[in-house]
């Protein structure tokens, strides 16, 4: 049930914060706000030392399709890009930043 999964803004409340603010930044106010309701459903799985990214939602079976879009965000270290359908915010791709702390 999702509903059992963790939240982003409890487990990671530096960076749920730092999305937020980003997003705000960018006039992106919907997904600032959806920041709140964000899960963490599963990580990247690449295994890369650098990544550190993570889905929101079931990941998809090939392409996100119709509906997707990159928002590439702006902070002071390393990328945050988040990937969006239909103004929901799927993944959030974390990459060379110091590590956050363990999420399990």
């Given at each position: 049930?999702?509903?059992?999964?963790?939240?982003?803004?409890?487990?990671?409340?530096?960076?749920?914060?730092?999305l937020?603010?980003?997003?705000?930044?960018?006039?992106?106010?919907?997904?600032?706000?959806?920041?709140?309701?964000?899960?963490?459903?599963?990580?990247?799985?690449?295994?890369?030392?650098?990544?550190?990214?993570?889905?929101?939602?079931?990941?998809?079976?090939?392409?996100?399709?119709?509906?997707?879009r990159?928002?590439?965000?702006?902070?002071?270290?390393?990328?945050?890009?988040?990937?969006?359908?239909?103004?929901?915010?799927?993944?959030?791709?974390?990459?060379?930043?110091?590590p956050?702390?363990?999420?399990?």
């Amino acid at each position: 049930m999702a509903s059992d999964l963790p939240l982003v803004r409890v487990v990671f409340p530096d960076l749920a914060a730092e999305l937020a603010s980003l997003l705000v930044e960018e006039g992106e106010f919907d997904l600032a706000t959806a920041i709140a309701g964000l899960r963490l459903v599963a990580d990247c799985g690449c295994g890369d030392d650098f990544c550190q990214s993570f889905y929101t939602a079931d990941r998809p079976d090939g392409a996100y399709g119709p509906g997707h879009r990159c928002v590439p965000l702006l902070p002071a270290k390393g990328m945050l890009i988040l990937d969006v359908v239909d103004d929901r915010i799927m993944y959030v791709e974390v990459l060379a930043r110091a590590p956050m702390r363990d999420r399990r």
